[in-house]
C-alpha cells in the first residue's frame, strides 16, 4: 500500500448533490497522482516507460498542469495565456522536456498545484454546474469540463499505476 487506510486523504464516495459528485471525484483523482508520485527523486520522476514511449510520471504531471490549464484558465475563464511547457515546435514538451533535473520537478508540482487551485476557485465561484466556457468557438458547460478531468485523470492515473510499478515496484490505491 502506499499509504495505510487512516491516513489516506482521498474520499470513498458519499458526496451529495451533482457538483459535491464532480468537484469531490475530481479532488480524489488530483490526490491519487500526488500519491503515486509521493517519495520519488528528480531520476524516478522522469523515468520513462518503455521505448519509444516518452511516458514518465514527471510529463504526467506537467501535462496535467497544461490540461488544468486550458479547461479552466482558458475555456471556462476566457484567458488567453501561453499554454505551459508546449511549443508550436515541440507540440510534446510536457513529456519530451520532462528531464531528471530537481528545479524541473520543483516547477512542474509548482505549476500543477497552481492551475489546480484555480480550477478550484472557477468551479466554487460559478453559479452553477451550466455555466458555459468557450471551447474552440463551441459552448461548454462546466459540468462537462468537470466530467472531462475525471476522465482525464483516471485515464492518467492507470498510466501512473504501471509507471510506479516499473520505478520501485508499488502497486495498488
Known amino acids: 500500500m502506499f499509504v495505510h487506510p487512516d491516513e489516506d486523504t482521498r474520499t470513498d464516495g458519499g458526496f451529495q448533490g451533482e457538483r459535491a459528485v464532480l468537484v469531490g471525484y475530481l479532488r480524489d483523482q488530483r490526490l491519487t ?7 520519488l527523486d528528480a531520476e524516478a520522476m522522469a523515468r520513462r516507460a518503455v521505448e519509444p514511449s516518452n511516458l514518465s510520471l514527471l510529463g504526467l504531471v506537467r501535462h496535467l498542469a497544461g490540461v488544468e490549464q486550458y479547461w479552466f484558465r ?4 476566457g484567458e488567453g495565456v501561453r499554454r505551459h ?13 520532462a528531464v531528471a ?22 468551479v466554487a465561484e460559478a453559479l452553477g454546474l451550466e455555466v458555459a466556457g468557450d471551447s ?6 462546466l459540468r462537462e469540463v468537470l466530467v472531462h478531468m475525471i476522465e482525464e485523470y483516471a485515464r492518467h492515473n492507470g498510466h501512473a499505476d504501471f509507471l510506479r510499478e ?4 508499488r502497486v495498488g490505491q
Do not use: H
Open 85 to 97: 511547457y508546449r511549443t508550436v515546435e515541440d507540440p510534446a514538451a510536457d513529456f519530451t522536456g
Open 74 to 77: 482558458q475555456v471556462m475563464a
Open 136 to 141: 474552440d468557438g463551441e459552448p461548454m458547460e
Open 101 to 122: 533535473d530537481p528545479a524541473v520537478v520543483a516547477d512542474a508540482w509548482t505549476t500543477w498545484r497552481a492551475e489546480v487551485a484555480f480550477a478550484e476557485r472557477v
Open 33 to 39: 497522482l500526488e500519491l503515486k508520485c509521493a517519495g
Open 166 to 169: 516499473r520505478i520501485d515496484g
